[in-house]
């Protein structure tokens, strides 16, 4: 089985930057997805990473440490706009996508 | 054009109804997913398809059941609706079912509600 623990909410000023966790724990590792909920929308994908290290993507930077069980998404320069809910999902030995609760991220002025 | 889309997108029904929601994705994707979303915003996976391999959640009680025509179509039946059953569900579609490139695609929902 898999199990995804990620905070339930997290809050931070427009500017600033905000890390969110996920740690993990699956039979068989096939990569680690970052998700994007905007309420009452559809998931946006974010980032994949397979290999340890750190993938950026403009604001967003996804790290990922396999032996650790442990990734985490890096916002910069936070604006409005990234408020939002912030979903881990792993792929096992399935390759079906096991997805955590989320993240709630508030952004204030 | 949208790339995946559901129909409809709101669905309030009667308890022991048969209802299906309707997915269709013009992305060329080989892979197809419905995934459930209750109301704490958990987001479940219910099945996978890819190239006619249907992946099924074990805990999906067998009153759903995908059914799909062609690649690019993949609809969900639901027989006789239970209260529990209210949520959104999402169509979702990858170009592949494992690695870079599997990263799902999801329509817009159907928020599903059982009176």
């Known amino acids: 089985g898999q199990n995804i623990d990620q905070p339930t909410e997290m809050t931070a000023t427009e500017g600033a930057i905000v890390q969110i966790n996920c740690t993990y724990q699956t039979s068989g590792f096939n990569g680690l997805f970052w998700y994007q909920q905007h309420a009452g929308e559809a998931p946006t994908f974010l980032s994949y990473?397979?290999?340890?290290g750190l993938e950026e993507k403009g604001r967003f930077s996804s790290f990922l440490s396999r032996s650790k069980g442990y990734s985490y998404l890096l916002l910069k320069e936070l604006q409005m706009k990234d408020s939002a809910s912030y979903l881990c999902a792993v792929s096992g030995g399935s390759y079906i996508p096991t997805f955590g609760r989320g993240t709630s991220l508030i952004v204030h002025p | 054009d949208t790339a995946v889309s559901q129909t409809p997108k709101y669905l309030v029904t009667q308890m022991g109804n048969d209802k299906s929601i309707k997915c269709e994705q013009n992305l060329g994707h080989d892979t197809m997913y419905w995934y459930k979303q209750d109301s704490k915003k958990f987001l479940k996976i219910m099945f996978s398809y890819n190239n006619k391999e249907l992946i099924i959640n074990e805990t999906v009680p067998n009153r759903f059941s995908p059914k799909s025509p062609d690649k690019a179509h993949l609809n969900l039946h639901i027989n006789s609706l239970e209260l529990g059953d209210s949520a959104v569900y999402f169509c979702?579609?990858?170009?592949?079912?494992?690695?870079?490139?599997?990263?799902?695609?999801f329509g817009q929902g159907t928020r599903l509600t059982v009176v």
């Open positions: 990473n397979v290999l340890d």
């Open positions: 979702a579609s990858s170009q592949k079912s494992s690695g870079k490139g599997s990263e799902a695609f």
